[in-house]
T-cell receptor, first 113, second 111 residues
Framework: NAGVTQTPKFQVLKTGQSMTLQCAQD?????MSWYRQDPGMGLRLIHY???????DQGEVPNGYNVSRSTTEDFPLRLLSAAPSQTSVYFC????????????FGQGTRLTVV | SQQGEEDPQALSIQEGENATMNCSYK?????LQWYRQNSGRGLVHLIL?????REKHSGRLRVTLDTSKKSSSLLITASRAADTASYFC???????????FGRGTSLIVHP
């Protein structure tokens, strides 16, 4: 059982470059979300999706785009990378059945220089 | 802004001692979850407590929830060096099942 898979694990970008962080889950979960984790800030929600074709903004959405064309995949796009987007990014998924836990990927460590 | 806030931010104890971490949150919740994160890794779910529950146990973990005070505590009994990690509380509020997290408690257990 793969669970939630994030790729790549590490990435270095130059300011202004764009890239896509991939997230895939094989548990048929309806809910998927992206977080960023910065030192001393915990996890902050970037975007989330409650099902295929439905996305919404979280606490810190600026500079990021998402789409959810399938249940399995939820890519996060950085449109024009900035040093402030240097962070560790986590993808999570969860079933819509109440009272269950979220499952996390292992994270993508992104550095923007 | 983040829904939950853990306290203390850092905790250092000796192996065998108990570790207690607290979480306060702002709005009404459906349930509250605790997660653990080893350095550089993804979060792993530890325990979930529903809003109508007051206490829950899982192995060496004990979680309490006081909805009147909007607070929860996580107790790890007989700590081990392997318990060294960051611990986060997360809440589901309203009709959302997207958990929002606090800043976490960094626990160090000395052998």
């Amino acid at each position: 059982n793969a669970g939630v898979t994030q790729t790549p694990k590490f990435q270095v970008l130059k300011t202004g470059q764009s890239m896509t962080l991939q997230c895939a889950q094989d548990m048929n979960h309806e809910y998927m979300s992206w977080y960023r984790q910065d030192p001393g800030m915990g996890l902050r929600l970037i975007h989330y999706s409650v099902g295929a074709g439905i996305t919404d903004q979280g606490e810190v959405p600026n500079g990021y785009n998402v789409s959810r064309s399938t249940t399995e995949d939820f890519p996060l796009r950085l449109l024009s990378a900035a040093p402030s987007q240097t962070s560790v990014y986590f993808c999570a998924s969860r079933t819509k059945i109440g009272g269950t836990e979220a499952f996390f990927g292992q994270g993508t460590r992104l550095t923007v220089v | 802004s983040q829904q939950g806030e853990e306290d203390p931010q850092a905790l250092s104890i000796q192996e065998g001692e108990n570790a207690t971490m607290n979480c306060s949150y702002k709005t009404s919740i459906n349930n509250l979850q605790w997660y653990r994160q080893n350095s550089g890794r993804g979060l792993v779910h530890l325990i979930l407590i529903r809003s109508n529950e007051r206490e829950k146990h899982s192995g060496r973990l004990r979680v309490t929830l006081d909805t009147s005070k909007k607070s929860s505590s996580l107790l790890i009994t007989a700590s081990r060096a392997a318990d060294t990690a960051s611990y986060f509380c997360a809440t589901d509020a309203g009709g959302s099942y997207i958990p929002t997290f606090g800043r976490g408690t960094s626990l160090i257990v000395h052998p």
